[in-house]
């Protein structure tokens, strides 16, 4: 009788084959997120889609589109095995290359606002970095798989994978996109120190990039400017402060419970980008201090959840899917945190959206692929894992 108990307990905790494991923690803060941004962007979008476009909602149905594709990529990239993607990384880098190259070729590149970040799809505009993002995370993660000894004997091998990152941040800086560049800089230290480069040689690199990033603000004027305008912006509250300005009132104005869904003053042509870059503003001033509490606590449960995943697959010795998960994670987390530091007036002015948040087709459509694959590394390091307990080889997944 015991026996039986006891087999019958083992067989519950264990996973089986036929259906799909997914994370339930992971999909309900995705979901959660996805649901209040849209209403949030419905919220902050009407006004301005009735006054240019003259149908108020030409927004909230355009990112209704971004999201159910963004779905269907989670759901592609949720179904397509791992080790694609691991033998994938050095065709990928030259593809996230080869992209921002396009953006500089009259007629396919786009300008907007002095910068040159999207690509002309007729339909549709896509914002190259996003995508760019995604596979330098792909990269590293597959680099850092095959090269862990020559990264952990010396500066050489954690220089040697930097070399055609090298080249992808000098043509993001070209475009400009400063933001980018930071995300991605900072995403790959941390999968390097994760990965196992020794603390003298994380320490280099982190000294030698913020130089390069310092000289970077200082070389440009609009970068100075909104340095300065973030020091004090009440100084210039009319110009380069404005935005900043604009933000912090809103933020102000919510209070603990916000003034209600709908009634933000702000959004009404005097917070730019309010649908966008500073959509938690108002969130803010519509939901008040406890609704951003509750956004900020999901967005770290989605953190959470990918390193649970990274240190499951750790634990198990799946280098590639611990890595990648990792990277994720911090990618994740890094653009969600540097957004609502913006808009709280604790960082300087970037033009980096929130996670499945703001509106805007390209950011969406990556984000949900992120989720998407992070499921698969949950899957199938459930399916390693039910391989390790039965004591036989690993399944290869299809």
Same mark, same amino acid.
């Not at 902050?44 to 108020?56: A, K, M, P, Q, T």
């Not at 390193?307 to 890595?323: H, V």
């Given at each position: 009788?015991?026996?039986?108990?006891?087999?019958?307990?083992?067989?519950?905790?264990?996973?089986?084959?036929?259906?799909?494991?997914?994370?339930?923690?992971?999909?309900?803060?995705?979901?959660?997120?996805?649901?209040?941004?849209?209403?949030?962007?419905?919220?902050?979008?009407?006004?301005?889609?009735?006054?240019?476009?003259?149908?108020?909602?030409?927004?909230?149905?355009?990112?209704?589109?971004?999201?159910?594709?963004?779905?269907?990529?989670?759901?592609?990239?949720?179904?397509?095995?791992?080790?694609?993607?691991?033998?994938?990384?050095?065709?990928?880098?030259?593809? *996230?290359?080869?992209?921002?190259?396009?953006?500089?070729?009259?007629?396919?590149?786009?300008?907007?606002?002095?910068?040159?970040?999207?690509?002309?799809?007729?339909?549709?505009?896509?914002?190259?970095?996003?995508?760019?993002?995604?596979?330098?995370?792909?990269?590293? *993660?597959?680099?850092?798989?095959?090269?862990?000894?020559?990264?952990?004997?010396?500066?050489?091998?954690?220089?040697?994978?930097?070399?055609?990152?090298?080249?992808?941040?000098?043509?993001?800086?070209?475009?400009?996109?400063?933001?980018?560049?930071?995300?991605?800089?900072?995403?790959?230290?941390?999968?390097?120190?994760?990965?196992?480069?020794?603390?003298?040689?994380?320490?280099?690199?982190?000294?030698?990039?913020?130089?390069?990033?310092?000289?970077?603000?200082?070389?440009?004027?609009?970068?100075?400017?909104?340095?300065?305008?973030?020091?004090?912006?009440?100084?210039?509250?009319?110009?380069?402060?404005?935005?900043?300005?604009?933000?912090?009132?809103?933020?102000?104005?919510?209070?603990?419970?916000?003034?209600?869904?709908?009634?933000?003053?702000?959004?009404?042509?005097?917070?730019?980008?309010?649908?966008?870059?500073?959509?938690?503003?108002?969130?803010?001033?519509?939901?008040?201090?406890?609704?951003?509490?509750?956004?900020?606590?999901?967005?770290?449960?989605?953190?959470?959840?990918?390193?649970?995943?990274?240190?499951?697959?750790?634990?198990?010795?799946?280098?590639?899917?611990?890595?990648?998960?990792?990277?994720?994670?911090?990618?994740?987390?890094?653009?969600?945190?540097?957004?609502?530091?913006?808009?709280?007036?604790?960082?300087?002015?970037?033009?980096?959206?929130?996670?499945?948040?703001?509106?805007?087709?390209?950011?969406?459509?990556?984000?949900?692929?992120?989720?998407?694959?992070?499921?698969?590394?949950?899957?199938?390091?459930?399916?390693?894992?039910?391989?390790?307990?039965?004591?036989?080889?690993?399944?290869?997944? *299809?």
């Amino acid at each position: 009788m015991s026996a039986m108990m006891l087999n019958t307990a083992d067989s519950s905790l264990t996973p089986r084959r036929g259906r799909y494991y997914l994370d339930g923690w992971l999909l309900f803060a995705a979901i959660s997120l996805l649901s209040i941004g849209y209403v949030m962007v419905v919220s902050s979008s009407l006004h301005l889609g009735e006054r240019v476009f003259d149908n108020i909602w030409h927004y909230p149905a355009r990112q209704a589109a971004h999201i159910l594709i963004g779905i269907l990529m989670a759901l592609l990239m949720a179904n397509i095995p791992l080790s694609f993607w691991e033998k994938q990384g050095q065709n990928l880098i030259l593809l *996230a290359i080869g992209l921002l190259v396009l953006v500089f070729i009259p007629g396919i590149g786009v300008k907007v606002n002095g910068s040159y970040r999207w690509i002309n799809l007729g339909v549709a505009r896509l914002q190259v970095s996003e995508i760019v993002k995604f596979i330098c995370i792909l990269y590293m *993660a597959g680099f850092l798989t095959r090269h862990v000894d020559d990264v952990r004997a010396s500066i050489k091998g954690v220089i040697r994978p930097l070399l055609p990152l090298g080249i992808v941040f000098g043509l993001l800086m070209a475009e400009p996109d400063f933001g980018a560049t930071f995300v991605i800089g900072f995403s790959v230290l941390c999968m390097m120190f994760l990965g196992g480069a020794r603390l003298v040689q994380f320490v280099t690199l982190v000294l030698m990039l913020g130089v390069l990033g310092v000289l970077a603000i200082v070389s440009s004027a609009y970068r100075m400017e909104r340095v300065t305008a973030f020091m004090d912006p009440w100084a210039d509250h009319l110009g380069s402060g404005f935005q900043l300005v604009q933000s912090l009132i809103a933020m102000g104005r919510g209070e603990w419970f916000g003034v209600g869904l709908g009634s933000s003053i702000q959004k009404l042509f005097y917070l730019p980008e309010a649908h966008t870059d500073f959509i938690f503003a108002v969130m803010g001033e519509e939901l008040g201090f406890v609704g951003s509490c509750v956004v900020i606590l999901l967005f770290g449960l989605v953190i959470w959840c990918a390193f649970q995943m990274g240190k499951a697959a750790e634990r198990l010795n799946l280098r590639f899917y611990s890595l990648l998960a990792y990277g994720l994670g911090v990618w994740f987390g890094l653009q969600s945190f540097v957004n609502i530091a913006v808009n709280m007036g604790a960082l300087p002015t970037k033009g980096l959206t929130l996670p499945l948040m703001s509106y805007g087709g390209s950011s969406m459509i990556v984000m949900c692929m992120v989720v998407g694959l992070l499921c698969r590394i949950h899957h199938e390091t459930q399916l390693d894992l039910q391989d390790q307990l039965k004591g036989r080889s690993p399944w290869q997944c *299809a």
